[in-house]
């Protein structure tokens, strides 16, 4: 059969619409198909004899036996069905007519509504009905929610406790904000106040499409009604419908366990109302108008004084922190460092490059010394290059930095140096520096260093890297005694502004070329540092090399060289 078996477990699916949720209209056809047995004994005509000719009782058998032949009106049946229209059923006509067994103000208003019904000639439903929020089977189908398909399963503590918990509109009065509560913590909350209070924000109103299968003159029996669809409506306007409408799908079938075992089909759809296209054209133009207002109130807060890049110009912002420093020999340290601006970056004349934190005494953290500065720091800068032909890779700022200490009797002594690369990448990035500082051979210079203060100090801070003095192809630094120290943490909060962001012009392919070309340089920088680690390895490899014995790397390369020989 190629129409699916729907049950309990079919799945849904989930709509959003802007439209009142009252224009919401359903369409449920349910039919009756043929038992999924085989055909009672009543039904089966008795066989002909092998004489007689077998024509006209074979077209009677199949005209009995095929799902498409004429029906009683009891066994198919068509409802359209608006949100929250109410439909009853025979048992709910049973029951409401009788007044004395409306307790409610809502069974009242039913059984009103019935009286009517019976005057004008009678409900035009017979088997589809519905349930709508207010009813009680809402309430009991939200609390009996199972989580298996077993018969046996007994709900939780949890279960049980959010069973009460009614995802519900809410009628309650907005509380005034300068209405102070006598009470603002409820230390004993009874029952009925946790009941009243737990409630999820989210509103849901519910609705269940019922279907009375029950046999031909014995409708009105709960054991016989099944929940053909379920409606949710949140205060978002997404709405949820269980299972989905059948459209290209096919028909829902649902197999009823009795003796005879029946076989019921049905479909859903949606019978809304089409807008027309007048008024969409209306609605979408309300919507540019309503778009368009927000639009200039957005700028109006905005301003117009919002500064912006030129052409071709990528702006750098860095609201940065110098966060602590760990590790240190010596207390009460401070760090002053600098900005250097490579070629093709500028900064404006009232940016500053340079800083120094305050004095800040250290603590023991896990063994270790650390003094936390807090610093901020702000660093503002333009990138900007003419000529876009050049080989040159650009290059991107380096913050240097140092640390000192200074003690009781005014000795300061030079702690390490460092640096870092700005980022490339807009962002927060948490930085941990490690660094160094020069030393002398020998004891004199400690005793100095412990005494009297003051050690070997760096003349140009941009030795740390590459100075910008350098001019020739190696930088040597043999004879150059360092000592590692401790390192520095930097948090940095980086902010990337241009126009070729936001453009589509030529001048965004320019500026796209510019980033390009300095992620190359980030790129080519990570290549070198790939190779320095190599060439590092290389160097530990021969240093190992030549601390074996000769002979063992004699016969080493004689069994290589054996092993290479055809």
Known sequence: MAERLWGAEAGGAVYRSRDPVRNLRLRVRIQRVTAAGPLPAQASPPPPPLSAPRGPELLALAARASPDARRPPDEEEEAEVGWQEKLFSQFEVDLYQNESACQTHLDQQYHKEILKLEKDGGRKNYRIFTYTDHDRFTNLEEHCQKVTDSDHEVPSYLAERMANVRRRRQDRKPIEANSLKSKIITWEPSEEFIKNNHVINTPVQTMYIMGDLGPYGKLGQREYERVLCTIKVDGNGVITVKPD?????????????????????????????????????????????????????????????????????????????????????????????????????????????SGVTQTCATKTEDWDNVAYFCYPFTLEMFFSQENESEDCLPQWPVLYFEVLSLDFWQRYRVEGYGSLVLPASPGLHILTIPTWRPVELGTVAELRRFFIGGSPELEDMTYVRIPATFKGERLSRFGFHTETTGNVTFRLYCLQQSKAFLETSASRHRMQSILDRLGGFSQQSSVYNVLEAFQKARCRMQEARESLPQDLISSSFYTVHQTQEP
Do not use: C
């Open 245 to 353: 409408f059948t459209g290209t799908k096919g028909a829902y079938w649902i197999e009823l366990d009795r003796q005879k075992r029946e076989l019921w089909k049905y479909t859903i759809e949606n019978a809304s109302i089409q807008v027309q296209q007048e008024e969409e054209e209306r609605e979408q133009r309300v919507f540019r108008d309503l778009y368009s207002r927000h639009k200039e109130y957005l700028s109006g807060l905005v301003g117009s004084e919002f500064e912006m890049t030129l052409p071709g110009t990528l702006r750098l912002f860095v609201n940065g922190e110098v966060v602590s420093a760990q590790g240190y020999e010596y207390d009460n340290l401070y760090v002053h460092f600098f900005l250097e601006l490579p070629d093709h970056w500028s900064s404006p004349a009232f940016q500053q490059l």
